[in-house]
């Protein structure tokens, strides 16, 4: 038996690659779909193959056949939209990020937490077979303490008239908020480690909008390890490197275009020798790099999965709304106020 879905916001992200992925599992399947704009929904349920097709989320909560809805709408929506399907009964995965604040991300765990749903979180990156392939090898100690790390991921997003993520309104931020929002989740995921402190500036350099096109922030960690995110709509996807690094005291991992929407990239671990000890002249000794090597998957589909199998086995979706919340923290600490203390 398969679990029965509902899509409330049938566009981009959902159409491009979350419906396909669900297309290719063996625990769900699409059941209705909504989208405010009518072709948009009836486009996805011929493509996919559901039942139903509505411009009314209600309808779609008012199915007892429906198990659970996956919301991808825009990021305005997503409050009132979780908090009725939470009334409704109905499970949640939530596209990112939760939603405009941490105050609103809060009102929506709570819901969840109160009519007793899941509620999965859409930070499909998690599951990219290199990244949890480096979160075991960190787990390992194969490059000691962890001192430093990096994220950036970048784009070419130009003004577009009526796009809802150039108003900070309806997306609740730009760069930092849409792309910003993967590199802090899976940098404190792959190492382990949470931002205690963050401190960060955003700017609009390159466009009109009223959303950042470039943000740069660095996290101190539990620990005391330092961790650097820094996203950009301005930089050309021909000119990008999106690089992932994590650099201990033994060693490193450098993966280069693991973070976006397909399993693909390369990653090389530099495990240093014992003690390598002072040297004075910084001579820099060469050690063999080792490529790493995994079988790639579909992050969508194992997302899905991972989400359905926790409602099937009555557990916690292992990307849930209280494991991701700091990430909103950050966002709004560096947007509200440059940065500042989170807890
Ligand atoms: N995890 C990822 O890789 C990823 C990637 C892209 C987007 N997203 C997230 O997914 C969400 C949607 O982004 P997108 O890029 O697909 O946007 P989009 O603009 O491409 O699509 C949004 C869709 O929602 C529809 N819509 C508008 N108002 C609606 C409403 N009130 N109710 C239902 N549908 C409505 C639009 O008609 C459109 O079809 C956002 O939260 C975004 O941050 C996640």
């Given at each position: 038996m398969k679990l029965k879905w509902g899509i409330i916001g049938c566009g981009g992200i959902a159409d491009r690659r979350t419906l396909p992925g669900m297309m290719l599992s063996e625990t769900s399947e699409c059941y209705a779909v909504m989208d405010a704009n009518p072709k948009a929904a009836e486009a996805c349920r011929d493509k996919y193959g559901a039942k139903f097709a509505t411009t009314d989320y209600n309808e779609i909560l008012a199915m007892p056949e429906v198990d659970c809805v996956y919301i991808a709408s825009p990021v305005f929506c997503h409050k009132e939209q979780a908090l009725a399907a939470a009334k409704a009964k109905k499970h949640i995965l939530l596209e990112k990020p939760l939603g405009l604040t941490t105050e609103e991300s809060l009102e929506i765990i709570q819901a969840c937490e109160e009519n007793g749903v899941k509620l999965g979180v859409g930070f499909m990156m998690r599951y990219h077979a290199y990244h949890q392939a480096i979160k075991e090898i960190i787990a390992k100690g194969t490059i000691g303490d962890i001192v430093s790390m990096r994220a950036q991921f970048t784009c070419w997003y130009p003004d577009i008239e009526g796009a809802w993520r150039q108003d900070k309104k309806l997306s609740g931020g730009g760069a930092f908020v849409d792309l910003g929002v993967h590199c802090i989740d899976l940098l404190q995921y792959i190492s382990g480690l949470q931002a205690v402190e963050v401190t960060g500036f955003s700017a609009t350099q390159t466009f009109n909008y009223n959303v950042d096109d470039s943000t740069a922030m660095v996290m101190r960690m539990s620990g005391g390890a330092l961790g650097i995110v820094d996203v950009n709509f301005n930089i050309p996807d021909s000119a990008a490197n999106n690089p992932l690094e994590f650099y201990g005291t033994k060693g490193s991992i450098i993966a280069v275009g693991t973070l976006g929407q397909e399993e693909g990239g390369n990653v090389k671990i530099l495990a240093c020798p014992e003690?390598?000890?002072?040297?004075?002249?910084?001579?820099r000794i060469t050690v063999e790099p080792i490529e790493l090597k995994v079988d790639f998957g579909n992050m969508y589909t194992k997302e899905i999965d991972a989400f359905a199998n926790a409602v099937i086995n009555d557990t916690e979706p292992p990307v849930n709304g209280r494991n991701t919340l700091s990430v909103q923290k950050i966002i709004d600490a560096v947007y509200t106020g440059g940065g500042g203390k989170i807890n």
């Open positions: 003690d390598t000890g002072y040297d004075a002249k910084q001579s």
